[in-house]
């Protein structure tokens, strides 16, 4: 039995999932996920049609309708730490993965114990798997899955891709991701055709997953819609920008330093070992060139490029990394054999214990709480049309949509929210940036859809403006946010909301959304 890979599996579950119970403010998407997971757990009836919005909608195609099957049974059987948790699991199983499929290749440089290296990838994308849980979390995890069953099926396991229809089956009715399980097939489709192999497996078992995107409770419209989704415009939403936007200038370092490792490592082993065109492995080139194009385009790929560059080119960074390690030692006359073994065991207990101590803490910790900032959520703006019952359809960004249906309905519905393409007409995104940025026609979605009280960001231009109209009053504002309703339906006495933290976080989860659930 090997205890330093039992101690190395164990540690990458500590540290993950105890990072994770830092990060423990909810996503923006997550309150939409618990009303549909209520509707699934307790009336066993999957949504198909939207009562959130008053604005047009087409039939609810849920790709992540088995996400919130998760997400909804955690809150219920566990709390805020069951969510909490649920991320730190879904991320350790993913790195778990990569560690499995670097153990696949039998490591020639050194063992696969370097847990540093999986600390640094986890760390890499850590940003982008974003806070608390969200649906991508079981993205990464297939993938990660799907990446190894493809390396084992590469070094002579063929039976092994049998699973691969099984488990697509899964994904597909948990998060329309399972797009990037059939481009993978693709890729390693094209690149074992390169590398003048057997490819016919591949083909089959991305037929057979095709196949199995088939079954889910919407039938072919859904196949049909996942297609439009993959191939949709996003230019509008944040995560489908490039993390080298001049607004991320900053941004993803993490992430910016681990993509330009990783590309040098596999270019610098290129060329140090005179690797040419026919010993190269297009398979393993195709998928780190194509994820890396992927991560650079849009940050909502940034993972699949961590965690593939970090699981196929383990071997080409220690073989560099060594030779550095060995240049170093010999320059500073380090070769005692004896010396190198006691520093290598003095460092991996430092780096164990250090990891330990990091993440354990809030691990054990009782209280794990998801808590609802006033810095990320319109907490005080909705409370106040709450307690002061303003009822009617309320305009608010696209971020905070779910978020005000989960805590104001049936009183109010939104105009739009998170799920986008899965309810909404795209066109309505933009009408709604239009009018936050005070550009074209930008009243059109309030003159359009009748509109009756408005949440609006202060760091939006249309927040000056809508101040200059006289059919519109700011009833109440704080540093995040104001309240605009109608002239002729303002009050002479307004309730200001509680500014207390303990409200806010003890209440955040209360809802009449499960009256029409039901």
């Known amino acids: 039995?090997?205890?330093?890979?039992?101690?190395?599996?164990?540690?990458?579950?500590?540290?993950?999932?105890?990072?994770?119970?830092?990060?423990?403010?909810?996503?923006?998407?997550?309150?939409?996920?618990?009303?549909?997971?209520?509707?699934?757990?307790?009336?066993?009836?999957?949504?198909?049609?939207?009562?959130?919005?008053?604005?047009?909608?087409?039939?609810?195609?849920?790709?992540?309708?088995?996400?919130?099957?998760?997400?909804?049974?955690?809150?219920?059987?566990?709390?805020?730490?069951?969510?909490?948790?649920?991320?730190?699991?879904?991320?350790?199983?993913?790195?778990?993965?990569?560690?499995?499929?670097?153990?696949?290749?039998?490591?020639?440089?050194?063992?696969?114990?370097?847990?540093?290296?999986?600390?640094?990838?986890?760390?890499?994308?850590?940003?982008t798997l974003g806070p608390t849980t969200r649906c991508l979390l079981f993205t990464c995890l297939f993938f990660s899955i799907f990446l190894y069953i493809l390396e084992k099926a590469r070094l002579g396991n063929k039976k092994i891709l049998i699973l691969l229809p099984i488990l697509m089956v899964f994904w597909s009715n948990i998060h329309g991701g399972c797009i990037s399980g059939l481009g993978l097939l693709g890729i390693y489709i094209a690149g074992e055709f390169l590398n003048k192999k057997s490819y016919k497996e591949y083909i089959y078992t991305l037929i057979g997953c095709l196949a199995s995107l088939f079954i889910n409770p919407y039938g072919f419209k859904y196949v049909k819609f996942l297609f439009f989704a993959a191939t949709m415009d996003r230019t509008f939403i944040t995560e489908w920008t490039s993390p080298f936007h001049p607004m991320y200038l900053k941004g993803y370092i993490r992430y910016k330093i681990y993509l330009v490792i990783m590309l040098l490592t596999q270019f610098i082993y290129i060329l140090k070992n005179k690797i040419n065109y026919q010993k190269l492995d297009k398979t393993k080139l195709l998928l780190i060139l194509l994820m890396a194009y992927l991560s650079i385009t849009h940050i909502r790929h940034q993972t699949f490029f961590i965690f593939t560059a970090g699981t196929l080119l383990y071997d080409e960074f220690y073989s560099l990394f060594n030779s550095l390690i060995r240049f170093i030692r010999k320059k500073l006359h380090l070769d005692n054999e004896s010396f190198i073994k006691t520093f290598c065991l003095i460092k991996d207990i430092i780096v164990y214990f250090l990891l330990i101590i990091v993440s354990l803490p809030a691990l054990i910790a009782e209280n794990k709480e998801i808590r609802i900032t006033e810095t990320e959520y319109p907490r005080y703006a909705i409370e106040f049309i709450k307690i002061n019952n303003i009822t009617g359809n309320l305009f608010i960004n696209f971020d905070w949509g779910s978020y005000a249906a989960y805590k104001l309905y049936p009183n109010n519905l939104i105009v739009m929210d998170g799920r986008y393409e899965e309810v909404y007409n795209p066109d309505l995104l933009l009408e709604l940036k239009n009018f936050h940025l005070v550009k074209n026609d930008w009243y059109k979605i309030i003159r359009d859809y009748k509109t009756d009280v408005m949440i609006i960001e202060k760091k939006y231009p249309v927040f000056n403006k809508m101040l200059e109209q006289e059919n519109w009053t700011l009833v109440f504002e704080n540093n995040l946010s104001g309240v605009f309703v109608p002239t002729e339906t303002v009050k002479d006495n307004y309730l200001y909301p509680p500014i207390s933290d303990e409200y806010y976080n003890k209440t955040k989860f209360d809802t009449q959304i499960k009256k029409e659930a039901d």
């Open 1 to 127: 039995m090997n205890i330093k890979r039992y101690l190395c599996i164990a540690v990458i579950f500590i540290f993950c999932i105890g990072i994770c119970c830092f990060n423990n403010y909810p996503d923006n998407d997550l309150w939409a996920r618990l009303i549909a997971g209520y509707s699934i757990v307790e009336n066993l009836t999957v949504l198909k049609n939207d009562f959130l919005s008053y604005t047009p909608t087409h039939p609810w195609y849920d790709h992540e309708w088995g996400a919130s099957v998760f997400f909804y049974a955690a809150l219920k059987y566990f709390g805020d730490s069951g969510l909490i948790l649920l991320k730190g699991m879904l991320s350790a199983l993913t790195v778990f993965m990569c560690f499995k499929t670097v153990e696949l290749h039998k490591p020639k440089s050194t063992v696969s114990y370097n847990i540093l290296y999986f600390v640094f990838m986890f760390l890499a994308a850590l940003k």
